[in-house]
Structure formats: C-alpha cells, structure tokens
C-alpha cells in the first residue's frame, strides 16, 4: 500500500517533468548575438523591417515552399527514426503553416480575426547539394548532444550540414540541452548570414518529438500528449523563420516585437488559460499560439505572418534563396514541365539553370532549366 502510494504521489511530478516544452532559442540567440556585433546590427536592421512591413502591411503573400533535410544522429542507431517518422513530421508543418490543423477553425473568437495561414510549404529534398537523389535524411552515429562543444551546436552540426543558403538544416539527437534531460524539445536561430556561412543556421530537435508514428519512441503517439508536443517543430521553425516567444520580454515593450500578440506576463507551460496573471492593458492571452509554451498550440497570427515572411524576403541568412526557382529545382522540390509548348515562345526568359541550380548558358545534350518571367520553368534538353 504504501509503495502504491509514493508510486500515485510520483505521478504529477513525472509527467509534468515530461509534459514541458523547454526551448533555449531566446536564451541562446541572445547570447550569439551579443557577442557578435556585425550580426547583431544584420539582426536589428531585419527587425526594423519587420516593424515597417507589419505598420503598412507591406509583406508580399506568396506561396512559399521550403527544402528541409533532416540529420539524424545516435550512437548505436539513427535509424530509428523512420521515414514514415520524419514524413509526418514535414506533414505536420505543411498543416500548420497552411491553417489545415484541425483546431484552426475552431479558435476562441477573440483570435479569429487575426488568425493566419502563412501558406509556407516544406519539402523534404528530393536531390542532394551533389546532384545526387536522396530521401531528405542523413544518418550519423555520434552521441553528440544539440549544444556541444560551445552552446552552438558545433559539434553534431559539424558531422553532417547542407547549405544553409539551400536548406532548412534539422539536426535530430538524443540530448538537445547538455543537462542530461531527454525532454528538453530543440531549439532554434534566428537568421543570420555569419550562422549561415558558418553551417550552424537550423534547427536542433529532440527526436521524441518528431512526429507520430512508430520509431517515433515509446512515448509517441497521436493519442497522447505526444502528439502535441510534436508539435513543437512547428514553434521551432517559426523561430527560424524570425517570430519570438510571445512572452519574450514578458510584460515590457517590445515584447515579441508583433503588435497583435498580447504580452505575456509568463509563458504558459503546460497551461491553455493563462487569464490569471495579465499584463496591464491585456483582457486575454493568445494561449493557442505556436510560439507559447502551452499544450493548445494552434495558430499563428497576420503579424507573425508579415513578420515572418519579411524574414523569407530578406537576404539575411539567405532566406529569399530558399525558395527562389533556381533552388527549388537544385532541391528536386519544384515540379517542372517537360513538354515545351511553342505559343509561350513570346515569354521573357529569366535565367537557365543546371540541375544544381547554378546559371548556365545555353549547351547541347545537357538537362536545363529555363526560368521564365511569369514563374513558369521548362527542363528543356537540346539535342544535336
Ligand atoms: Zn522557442
């Protein structure tokens, strides 16, 4: 009996240990930054951006695919992580960044107006940075955790990184944080073209948390709490795409620096009715948002939008590279026509490229892709 009794007492402890979201990108962002001057003067004149483009509304809405490639790292066996796995995982995001989820139509009317589907599409590459065909994965055996050796993540990110001006790099490990905990969920960098050059831009991420399925880990599942910490790469990529935690900064301005998500006085761990503590001016938080910590995540909003496709337009980190023609096609992630049809022959032509997404001129008995000025590719070969 009493050992039935400690076992029922551990059981709250355990599964709130389990049950929260720990992400580190606002701490660790914070300390790059700081101690590197020219990317924090990239990262304030992104910002300002972002400012602008949300007071006149200015950002572009486009449909916006991204190549996404998954390293996945363990010391005795990375394949754990199935295809089927890391597939729904990229299914998931495809849900989110389009309002597909199903709590999207059902949010409380207060975030209905504001709600946004930011029509961003992720693609696992199809044609790897050498040409090659690859199913989007890599795997490693290494028993590096996601912070190592520098709090950069230097050491898995250094076994295996495709160009960051070409992919959305995601390392999976074991260990996200160096605190020995398995439950720490990942983290992210803002962008950066230094972090980029250096191949440390992307995403690090606990591979319990990724997607459903089975190899998913034991503690997977759609049925479980599980299924909405996977979840999280959805949160982690927003990062990525520039958004902050709504409770960055808490109550003090600028907040998360988006003017349509209420301040915070403390992220919502675990919680989905945070009404108990508000900060001065604010009759509700926006639990249901992607870049909280609570259990409900299920939007972003028209401001995290224009923030984040700012981001997607800028060059900073090459973001307006990961989704141009040229690079949807060297990723295998844009579909192209293959029959030429003559009456087109008027289009303006805008660049060739080759199958690696590099310009190249006109040649013979060579597959090329020819980029035209209203978003149509043609992969023409020219025979002798
Ligand atoms: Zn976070």
């Known amino acids: 009996m009493t050992r039935l009794l400690i076992f029922l007492l551990c059981i709250p402890f355990i599964m709130q240990g389990q049950a929260t979201i720990k992400c580190t990108t606002s701490e660790i962002n914070k300390k790059y930054f700081e101690a590197h001057p020219e990317a924090k003067k990239e990262r304030e004149w992104l910002n300002k951006q972002s400012r602008l483009a949300e007071f006149n ?3 572009a809405s486009t449909s916006i695919t991204i190549p996404i490639v998954f390293h996945v790292n363990d010391p005795t066996n990375p394949q ?52 090659n065909a690859t199913n989007g994965i890599t795997y490693h055996y290494n028993s590096y955790n996601g912070r190592e050796p520098n709090g950069s993540g230097g050491a898995v990110k250094g076994v295996s ?4 001006d070409k992919y959305l790099n995601v390392w999976i490990v074991n260990e996200v944080e160096t605190d ?3 439950y720490n969920s990942g983290w992210a960098f803002y962008p950066s073209t230094s972090l ?82 508000l900060c001065s001016g604010v009759t509700i938080v926006n639990d249901e948002n992607y870049m909280d910590y609570t259990d409900c995540p299920s939007m972003f909003t028209e401001g995290q ?31 192209v026509t293959a029959i030429v049809e003559e009456n087109n022959a008027n289009r303006k032509l805008l660049k060739i490229v080759d199958v690696l997404g590099r310009e190249a001129e006109p040649q013979k008995n060579t597959p090329l892709f020819y980029l035209y000025e209203d978003g149509t590719v043609e992969k023409k070969i020219i025979l002798e």
């Open 57 to 59: 509304k200015t950002a």
């Open 80 to 131: 754990k992580v199935t295809l089927a796995q890391v597939q729904s995982a990229v299914d998931i995001l495809n849900e989110d960044f389009n309002g597909l989820n199903p709590e999207f139509n059902n949010l409380r009317v207060e975030f209905q107006s504001i709600a946004s589907n930011l029509e961003i599409n992720f693609c696992l590459a199809a044609i790897d940075p050498d040409g």
């Open 161 to 164: 990184v495709w160009p960051c």
């Open 180 to 182: 020995g905990s398995i």
């Open 196 to 277: 980029a050059d250096q191949g440390l831009d992307g995403i690090v991420y606990n591979h319990r948390y990724l997607g459903y399925g089975e190899g998913s880990s034991d503690v997977s599942g759609p049925t479980s709490w599980q299924a909405k910490m996977a979840r999280v790469l959805t949160h982690e990529v927003g990062h990525y795409l520039n958004l902050m935690h709504t409770f960055e900064n808490y109550c003090t301005s600028p907040g998360d620096e988006v003017s349509d998500t209420p301040p915070v006085y403390h992220h919502g761990s675990n919680n989905c009715q945070q009404n108990w503590t």
């Open 305 to 335: 939008k224009t923030r984040a496709l700012t981001a997607l337009n800028s060059s900073v980190g090459y973001r307006n590279n990961l989704w141009s023609s040229a690079n949807l096609i060297a990723t295998g992630c844009q579909q």
